[in-house]
Structures are given as C-alpha cells and as structure tokens.
C-alpha cells in the first residue's frame, strides 16, 4: 500500500510558478498512475493532469494546458507538478492520487491512494 506525500505549495504571484512534488511512502510509485486534482473553496474536486505508469502518456484538464507540466522520476519515486503562469483560479488544495493500474486516468474515482493535499494560494 502506498501513501502519496505532497509538498511546495504556497503563496505565489499571478504569473509566477511552482513546482508540486509527491513522494511516495510506504510503498514505490513505480506501479501506479499518478494524478494531480485540485479543489478550490466551494467547489468540487476537479481532475488536474495525469500520467501513466511508465511517464510515456499525460493528460492535462484545458485550464492548465500549455501551463502546467506533469512528470514523474521512478527512480525517486516521486511525480512533480510544474505549474507555470499561475492565475488566482488557480487557487485551490493540490491533491496528489495513485491508481494501481498502468494507464493514466482523469476521473478521480479510478484512483486508490490519496494524499493529504498542499494549499497552493495564487495573488491577484
């Protein structure tokens, strides 16, 4: 059983970036898609970007696209989250979330392990 850990989230200006970074504990990442969700004040829980077990296919929700950056390093067992050009909607708890399974998945009830999430705040 894994445990995903996240962490490098903050407070950043609009236009800025910051890079997300999940480490697996208890286990090793090497046999799960990985998958980064979010959710904002108020609202519900909505698919980010995700990769599949060997890095080779990503999705990413069309907010984000051409900003933000999934990847993952098995050998250090972690996955990142480079978030560029960040906007105040992007603001929300970063959640990072494993599916044992070798394809990548958007939908949120496919995945098996959960982290506790990192607060991401974006400035105006």
């Known amino acids: 059983q894994v445990q995903p850990v996240e962490s490098g989230g903050g407070l950043v200006q609009a236009g800025g970036s910051l890079r997300l970074s999940c480490a697996a504990s208890g286990s090793t990442f090497s046999r799960y898609a990985l998958g980064w969700f979010r959710q904002a004040p108020g609202k519900e829980r909505e698919f980010v970007a995700t990769?599949?077990?060997?890095?080779?296919?990503?999705y990413y929700a069309d907010s984000v696209k051409d900003r933000f950056t999934i990847s993952r390093d098995n050998a250090k067992n972690t996955v990142y989250l480079h978030m560029n050009s960040l906007k105040p909607e992007d603001t929300a708890i970063y959640y990072c979330?494993?599916?044992?399974?070798?394809?990548?998945?958007?939908?949120?009830?496919?995945?098996?392990?959960w982290g506790q999430g990192t607060q991401v705040t974006v400035s105006s």
């Open positions: 990769i599949n077990r060997y890095g080779s296919t990503t």
């Open positions: 979330a494993a599916r044992d399974h070798v394809r990548a998945s958007t939908t949120d009830g496919e995945y098996d392990y």
